[in-house]
């Protein structure tokens, strides 16, 4: 009965501003923590500062993993709003602890992974309201709003800790979080129509209906959606490791100050936003779905070999604009292995791709870690080298970026792949209704998951689709 009564609570129509704005508010709390987490994991652990953060990420990533999927399975059963109070919930919970007690925040985030699966029923949640044609537009926005999140939140909270303490920043990423989870119970609406759904919580079911491996034994069979879920391992694996240590890694081997990586971060960030909203719409239209992808991993090839070659500020710089333009490729993604799945099973399928990304996330980090290793790159500090080297006082490498290179390796491998997936044309055959009801509902079943009258049309489309 609780969850019946969190889905009537709500104003208006399920709308894309509903998910940027959840998204928004969960990642900007996050980010704001971006400086204090470092200082309270190198407090917390200092002499394995890098392995247990390692650690850390790599049980959540492997948690995520293993609940996505079912997650995201199980909201195509009882509906989203239920399932994203859920996981924006759990996500934030660990926030309040970092100054209340380090080792129960970082024990919480670690097994936090198991419901720290938003994005899978986010993505879910906009394939309920938009159509075929307005979903990449719409993953596009979503994902360009994460990206915004981090543009500005580490920087306010750097300055924030900087000038009145840690205490104070984790105080306001926690009120930011409390409003986000208020705003998911009290705002949100749920966007999976009645007849996908049970009629409630209490209602009696069989487990043929509720078995949310169903519907992942089904998706797995689906050899499109496999050659999707091979091309995202390949090409998330490096870009996870890459965040790990990137900014360690411009600061101590290309001597960059804490105010160019600041700038850097920005620039990306910003470059990234409009790939993802204007760029991505002009390519979807001009090029395609599968064509989108295919040049989003060439960018990210690119990006990659220049990251692991470049020895210079510059190319740093330059491929800092080529790495945002590869920002295109998860929107992109998202939307293909929308459109090839059905409607009742795009939970399911969202829940894969970002369990696989959970995975990355937590392989990705210590697969950079330990080839900085293998090739004597060391990254010890918290913060850019006081002095950096000036030239000709060290040897510098042929190959100042081991792992990057190792990464423009992998994503060769997604290449290959994704040239294997089928160019989606024309829409699959829809099965909405099969799960619970059978008998169609006024407007026809091919309408089962769009929106019913000119009403719900979203504002936030209308531009980017002419």
């Known amino acids: ?83 994203l109070l859920l996981t924006v919930f759990f996500t934030c919970a660990p926030i309040p602890l970092m100054r209340i007690s380090p080792w129960w925040f970082f024990a919480l985030m670690s097994v936090s992974g198991l419901f720290s699966v938003t994005f899978s029923v986010i993505f879910a949640y906009v394939a309920d309201i938009t159509e075929e044609h307005e979903r990449s537009t719409a993953y596009g926005l979503v994902s360009a709003t994460f990206a915004a999140s981090l543009v500005t939140s580490p920087a306010i909270g750097a300055f924030l800790s900087a000038q009145y303490g840690d205490s104070l920043v984790v105080l306001l990423a926690t009120i930011i979080a409390v409003a986000d989870i208020l705003f998911v119970l009290l705002v949100v609406p749920e966007s999976l129509p009645d007849k996908m759904r049970l009629s409630s919580w209490g209602f009696p079911i069989s487990w043929a209906q509720a078995d949310p491996f169903a519907s992942l034994r089904k998706v797995g069979k689906d050899s499109t959606v496999l050659l999707i879920c091979v091309t995202v391992f390949l090409s998330y694996l490096p870009e996870a490791g890459q965040y ?36 991505l719409s002009i390519l979807m239209k001009r090029i395609g779905n599968k064509s989108t992808v295919l040049l989003g991993l060439g960018f990210q090839l690119f990006q990659l070999a220049w990251y692991g070659f470049g020895s210079e500020p510059w190319m740093m710089w330059a491929a800092g604009t080529v790495a945002a333009m590869s920002s295109i490729t998860f929107p992109a993604v998202s939307a293909l292995v929308s459109h090839c799945t059905d409607h009742d099973q795009q939970g399911a399928v969202q829940g894969m791709i970002t369990g696989i990304r959970g995975l990355c996330n937590g392989l990705g980090p210590a697969l950079f870690g330990f080839i900085f290793f293998l090739f004597n790159v060391e990254l010890k500090e918290m913060s850019p080298v006081p002095n950096p080297i000036t030239p000709g006082t060290e040897e510098k490498s042929v190959i100042p970026g081991p792992p990057f290179l190792f990464g423009a390796c992998t994503v060769v491998l997604a290449l290959l792949v994704a040239v294997f997936i089928p160019a989606q044309h024309t829409p699959v055959v829809k099965t909405c209704g099969a799960r619970v009801m059978t008998e169609p509902v006024s407007g026809g079943p091919e309408n089962a998951s769009v929106p019913a009258s000119d009403e719900d049309n979203e504002p936030l489309l209308q531009d980017s689709s002419l």
């Open 1 to 83: 009965m609780l969850f019946k009564h969190i889905r009537q609570r709500s104003v208006g129509r399920a709308r894309v501003s509903h998910a940027v704005a959840v998204i928004f508010l969960e990642f900007f709390s996050w980010g704001l923590l971006t400086t204090p987490m470092l200082t309270v994991l190198h407090e917390t652990f200092p002499q394995h500062t890098f392995l247990m953060n390692g650690l850390i990420q790599g049980v959540k990533g492997l948690l995520s993993f293993m609940s996505a999927p079912l997650i995201g399975a199980l909201s195509d059963i009882w509906g989203r709003k239920s399932f």
């Open 244 to 279: 790990s240590s990137f900014f360690l890694y411009l600061g101590q081997v290309i001597n960059f100050s804490s105010e160019a990586i600041a700038a850097y971060i920005a620039m990306v960030g910003i470059l990234s936003i409009i790939a993802q909203t204007l760029l």
